[in-house]
């Protein structure tokens, strides 16, 4: 008698897992004569992959030393291993319909909801297969051994609020793999600016200037006009470069934050030495401070730099944490042969606890920002700077009844007040003020 023509389930296949296979053959779908795995199933399936990742780290968090939490996260991230081989395993069952050069979802709806359809705290759900790719937890290559982290599997992460941009985030994960990725920059920067930050990684090429030309030698890229044809143009109003830095187009450029940011020249740092009227310090004033200490650290502000080519010039390594706002900032910082840090106000910063020698921040710090931000920002650059090391907040303003609020917060960190100015902000008819120090944070035991 013959036998039939079944196939059992695999040893390493979770006890449950026929029967949700059993249950979803009646809605698999039908393509080119074979069945298809349905989407929803993955959906849900990647949705607990994440879940077990958020449960390990949990656990990890609780109780580091504990052998029985951490033999119970072994187990868990077993289970999360053996989902992802059960993906792939109906993937070969019952086929694909994307292969490695189509658009990683098909017949979904990109398009942005009506406020009607947002309910408030709702969290929408996404839609992107290349999204649900990359969440998915990544074994590595030889399946049950740890790596030299220490770990079985990584598990890619995104930030919480890009859950409530479904919408755009699935937007920005249509393309399809191994082509040019779409020209779409400006929703990545929303996003980001949103706090969707990190955005997850995609598998296509970056798209690059069609005419581009090698950038000139360093000593002559800090205070040279960069190249028009090394900046992709076609999300900017400007053009080109003489667009950003003419008088003409004042107002029609795109950017408001700093009217001669594009200008590369040293004149925005000949500075008055009256004090009775200019917030500001020199750099040189600042590093006297700490003779011989500085050599490396970060500037927080919407500019292209000219700040880090001047400390450069004195042998300070500075990278420049801005976005692009309205104009090619982070172009035109590379193009000087400086660093840009593509950094939103909600990010962590990308460096070790205790490591860098200056933090300096202008025109980004002012009035707009709420107190319980501030901090947050305040306590990672805090985390970053060295002991006994420089914190120089450049012009910060706001209104004079709020200045109390706002100084409070930075005495609230203990630091040392080795500079200190307020002096009337007089480009407005707004009662507002300039607050300018050079703080030097304290050693801790």
Known sequence: ?????????????????????????????????????????????????????????????????????????????????????????????????????????????????????????????FNSG????????????????RNFLGVEAISPSVALACANMAPNVDRFMSYKIYETCPDDWDIAQKLIADGCDPLPRRRCFSKTPPRYSKPLPINASLWSQPSDTNILWSHYKCKDYTCLVSNETMGKRGFFKCSNCFDLSKRGWEIPMNESISAEFTIDEVLRLKSGEMRIGLDFSPSTS?????????????????????????????????????????????FFDNTLDIIHSTLFLDGWIGVGLLQFVLF?????????????????????????????????????????????????????LYFSAVLEKPLRS
């Open 1 to 125: 008698m013959q036998k039939p023509n079944v196939s059992k389930s695999p040893k390493w296949l979770p006890a449950a897992l026929p029967t949700i296979l059993k249950t979803t053959t009646s809605t698999v779908g039908i393509y080119q004569g074979q069945l298809v795995l349905p989407h929803s199933l993955q959906n849900q399936i990647s949705s607990l992959q994440s879940q077990v990742g958020i449960l390990l780290e949990q656990l990890h968090v609780a109780n580091p030393e504990s052998k029985a939490l951490t033999k119970f996260a072994d187990q868990l991230l077993h289970i999360a291993i053996s989902l992802d081989k059960f993906v792939e395993a109906l993937s070969g069952l019952y086929g694909s319909t994307t292969s490695s050069n189509e658009i990683s979802n098909v017949d979904e709806d990109f398009s942005e909801p009506e406020d009607s359809e947002i309910e408030e705290g709702s969290t929408h759900r």
């Open 130 to 145: 290349e999204l649900h790719n990359y969440t998915a937890l990544k074994p590595n290559g030889l399946t049950g051994k």
């Open 306 to 350: 000219t700040f880090a080519a001047l400390m450069r010039e004195r042998n300070v390594t500075i990278a420049s944490a801005t976005l692009n706002l309205g104009a090619p900032f982070n172009e035109v910082i590379a193009l000087r042969g400086l660093l840009p840090l593509y950094l939103s106000t909600g990010s962590r910063l990308p």
């Open 380 to 432: 990672d650059w805090d985390r970053v700077l060295r002991p006994k090391e420089l914190l120089w907040v450049d012009r910060f303003f706001c209104k004079r009844d709020g200045l109390e609020i706002y100084l409070n917060e930075f005495s609230r960190l203990g630091y040392k007040k080795l500079l200190w100015r307020v002096v009337p902000k007089t480009d407005k008819l707004e009662d507002e």
